[in-house]
């Protein structure tokens, strides 16, 4: 990679290995790339250090969340007509179904207002993906890639190049 790294850059270079990290500094060269912005900042949160966003025209499209032999990222999918038959041609569903994150009773109070529920009895939202329904899933990140493999982040690269096409 020529030239400086970000900070970013950096953080993964450091703490990740192998495919991973190599996966992890492609995605970030490909966001950038297409003109995407990358913005990061310290996020000290469970096993994480280090937020990172991925930006189309302002709006947040991608959140990476970066630790110790750990990159996990958060694409924002909406599952418009558009997003479904653009996914479905390019044969996304099965690593998007693989990729739905389930609810972790964060206790995040605009789920809990929804629901008009208790932490202690909240169990998150039931969704329909592509057809097949979900229960349990997260109200705020449909999906959530961890540590993802080749496959997987192709098909980020995907769902940033539609938000671009799309925002």
Not at 21 to 41: E, H, M, P, R, Y
Request: glycine letters at 8%; a positive charge; aromatic letters at 12%.
């Amino acid at each position: 990679m020529p030239g400086k790294q970000t900070k970013i850059q950096t953080t993964i270079t450091e703490l990740l290995n192998d495919d991973l990290k190599i996966g992890a500094l492609n995605l970030i060269d490909f966001a950038q790339t297409n003109k995407l912005a990358v913005t990061s900042k310290g996020y000290e949160y469970g096993k994480y250090v280090m937020k990172g966003t991925i930006k189309c025209n302002g709006k947040g499209i991608c959140n990476m969340f970066i630790g110790k032999d750990s990159f996990d990222v958060q694409p924002f999918a909406e599952y418009t007509d558009e997003f479904n038959i653009y996914a479905n041609n390019l044969g996304l569903e099965n690593i998007i179904w693989d990729n739905v994150q389930k609810c972790g009773r964060c206790g995040n109070n605009a789920c809990l207002k929804q629901t008009r529920q208790s932490k202690e009895v909240f169990r998150g939202f039931n969704k329909i993906i592509f057809g097949k329904e979900f229960d349990s899933t997260c109200k705020h990140g449909n999906l959530m890639f961890r540590n993802p493999n080749e496959k997987e982040f192709d098909c980020l690269k995907k769902i940033m190049i539609f938000h671009k096409h799309y925002l």
